[in-house]
């Protein structure tokens, strides 16, 4: 397995830790009307969140330094965002779509801009992992 | 399969069976890109080529052969 490939796995098995954790997390405390009104429940989402963020990019980081990344390598991860881009922006029809059936009489609550991004960076991240392993599976096919 | 086919594998073995990890860190690249291109599912560039062809001391075409399509 190449180095790049490795760490794609690393970010992507986190990846999928992280947003099911905060989930969990968000659903068991109580959703989003709990969410609107326990500040300590915000701030227990948003360390989940940063501090994902922050752990995310010091294991990719970590990881980078370790491996050595060749021309191949490079390829593959300058097609990646092409799998980021459609994640995000199907990400975003889902929410778009949910929150105008569910909220379309009463007006959509200002804490979905919040809830909204956040999965947007974290789906973002997840879904550049799971494009550079698409990329090695695809030249692994030699499409 | 790719039209650009090579000897890397036949000139691994001349070479006192030079093993992948070697000729990766003589060109300079991963020993999973030697995989790719002993099983020919890469075509490296011209700049890898050339390296990998200096590795073995032999020219491009010694290494690399383009298979035209009839």
Not at chain 2, 23 to 42: D, F, H, P, S, V
Not at chain 2, 48 to 54: E, G, M, N, Q, S
């Amino acid at each position: 397995m190449a180095p790049l490939q490795k760490r794609a796995l690393y970010g992507l098995a986190f990846g999928v830790v992280w947003a099911i954790a905060i989930i969990v997390v968000f659903i068991v405390k109580g959703g989003v009307s709990t969410f609107t009104e326990d500040q300590g429940f915000r701030i227990v989402i948003d360390v989940l969140w940063v501090g994902g963020l922050i752990f995310y990019g010091i294991l990719m980081l970590t990881l980078r330094k370790q491996s050595q990344v060749d021309e191949r390598d490079r390829l593959i991860l300058g097609r990646a965002p092409v799998v980021q881009l459609w994640a995000v922006i199907f990400s975003m029809v889902i929410w778009t779509i949910v929150l105008t059936e569910s909220y379309w009489d009463q007006g959509i609550p200002p804490i979905f801009m919040y809830l909204v991004f956040m999965s947007t960076i974290i789906v973002s991240a997840v879904a550049q992992s799971i494009g550079i392993l698409i990329g090695y599976w695809r030249m692994g096919r030699n499409d | 399969m790719t039209k650009v086919k090579n000897r890397i594998r036949r000139l691994r073995f001349d070479h006192d069976e030079m093993t992948q990890q070697e000729l990766a860190n003589r060109a300079g690249c991963t020993r999973q890109t030697i995989i790719a291109l002993e099983q020919g599912k890469y075509v490296p560039s011209i700049e890898l080529a050339f390296r990998i062809a200096k590795a073995f001391g032999a020219t491009l075409e010694e290494v690399f052969q383009y298979e035209e399509s009839t």
